[in-house]
């Protein structure tokens, strides 16, 4: 329903530059939705081809693990020599002023770097450490993917429901208070022209008689 405000020029002005306001606004929204649909599926892509590996990387590493366990003993000793991961950094970048995590893990945190003894351990006990650390890189990969996603799907669901409310109520009642205000300045426009009308007959008349 149409707010009903005085029906004059100003007025009729404002609105019409609310309403183009509006629509540029939700035109932006749009675009914007659009965009971060985008950027959203390729990274669900990404994601999906990254717990694949990561599912064959942890079934491999387990493997190794109990080969592990099986030729060299029971590992729990060999396991407390392994830092504790302190090496990831938390960056970020924007998208659509969307904030998207960016981890990265300290260049030391990447290499194969045995952190125990080799007198006392095996060949399994290496390829054990090694392939959990690939299962480790993947890990931080997919978990930076995963938040991306779930800020981009929160955007997304704002972004829909900010664009909804022009398209669906602020617009329509834009546009329905200029067709108001329009109308009731064209009704005045043609009541005043008939009274001009009437007066100039009236006169037309008076000076016939006179």
């Known amino acids: ?3 009903q405000t005085v029906p004059t020029k100003g007025n009729l002005m404002n609105a019409k530059k609310s309403l183009a306001l509006a629509k540029n606004g939700y035109e932006l929204l749009d675009r914007k939705r659009n965009i971060l649909i985008r950027e959203m599926m390729t990274l669900i892509d990404h994601a999906n081809a990254i717990q ?11 493997i190794a693990l109990q080969t592990a366990n099986i030729t060299n003993g029971f590992c729990e000793e060999i396991s407390n020599a392994i830092p504790v991961e302190n090496g990831l950094k ?3 970048r924007s998208v659509m002023g969307v904030e998207i995590p960016i981890l990265t893990m300290a260049e030391g945190e990447k290499h ?3 952190h125990y003894g080799t007198r006392t351990t095996n060949s399994a006990i ?3 450490v090694i392939l959990f650390n690939q299962v480790k890189e993947l890990t931080v990969d997919l978990a930076e993917i995963e938040n991306s996603v779930y800020r981009l799907a929160d ?7 900010r664009a ?3 398209k669906n109520i ?3 009642r834009f546009e329905e208070t200029v067709k108001f205000i329009t109308d009731a300045l064209d009704e005045k426009d043609r009541e005043e022209f008939s009274r001009l009308k009437v007066i100039k007959r009236k006169k037309l008349r008076e000076s016939e008689q006179g």
């Open 155 to 161: 955007a997304i669901k704002k972004t829909q429901k």
């Open 164 to 166: 909804n409310a022009l």
């Open 52 to 62: 694949e590996k990561i599912d064959g990387a942890y079934a491999d590493a387990y």
């Open 1 to 3: 329903m149409a707010v």
């Open 90 to 92: 938390l960056d970020s």
């Open 170 to 172: 602020m617009i329509p």
């Open 112 to 114: 194969d770097y045995l």
């Open 126 to 128: 290496d390829k054990a």
